[in-house]
């Protein structure tokens, strides 16, 4: 009921091209779906975030894409940048009432010059 | 802003010892985290503290106890280190209402021989 599931595990682009990173959770009162990005040495920054109300997020070069009916959202990053190289994870959270983010496993991206 | 802050950087113990991680946060929120950090397993909670005074368990709390000190610092301890206990630790803290958004520390590097 909790866990949120993230694919790939890694994943190579080239420079320009579009990088897909796919979540699937089972917690339907889950409300609120963050995509957290990390730099290595780093800890985790909020990259760009969802709710359920709405079917798709566009934040510059980052889209987010929810399908509430099949309690799915991936992230995608249009004209991908070698500085874009991270790792990604998918989370989700209840904004009332409940205290724990569930993160999924995470993403290795990079991003071929 | 220093956001959150977390000691050690990196520490190596030997099996059966213990320490203290320590964290603390400058931006008022109530609501603490301690996450370890595996490949392949993401970001996995250890331990929460929703407001001062209170502290829940998270997925993997074997092995670990915290401390909510008060508003500004909780710390996480390992009374006898295995070297299952081998990994990244993130200290974290939210925001509340709607956004929910984690602000992680920098890491702690823990190595258990």
């Known amino acids: 009921q909790q866990q949120v599931k993230q694919s790939p595990q890694s994943l190579i682009v080239q420079k320009g091209g579009i990088s897909i990173i796919n979540c699937a959770y089972e917690?339907?009162?889950?409300?609120?779906f963050p995509w957290y990005q990390q730099f290595p040495g780093k800890g985790p920054a909020l990259l760009i975030a969802i709710r359920p109300d709405v079917s798709e997020k566009k934040e510059g070069r980052f889209t987010i894409s929810f399908n509430k009916s099949a309690k799915q959202f991936s992230l995608h990053i249009m004209d991908s940048q070698p500085g874009d190289s991270a790792t990604y994870f998918c989370?989700?959270?209840?904004?009332?009432?409940?205290?724990?983010?569930?993160f999924g496993a995470g993403t290795r991206l990079f991003v071929k010059a | 802003n220093a956001g959150v802050t977390q000691t050690p950087k990196f520490q190596v113990l030997k099996t059966g010892q213990s320490m203290t991680l320590q964290c603390a946060q400058d931006m008022n929120h109530n609501s603490m985290y301690w996450y370890r950090q595996d490949p392949g397993m993401g970001l996995r909670l250890i331990y929460y503290s929703a407001s001062e005074g209170t502290t829940d368990k998270g997925e993997v709390p074997n092995g670990y106890n915290v401390s909510r000190l008060n508003k500004r610092e909780f710390s996480l301890r390992l009374e006898s280190a295995a070297p299952s206990q081998t990994s990244v630790y993130f200290c974290?803290?939210?925001?509340?209402?709607?956004?929910?958004?984690?602000?992680f520390g920098e890491g702690s590097w823990l190595t258990v021989v």
């Open positions: 974290a803290s939210r925001t509340q209402g709607t956004g929910n958004t984690i602000y």
């Open positions: 989370a989700a959270s209840m904004e009332n009432g409940g205290f724990k983010t569930i």
């Open positions: 917690n339907t009162a889950f409300d609120y």
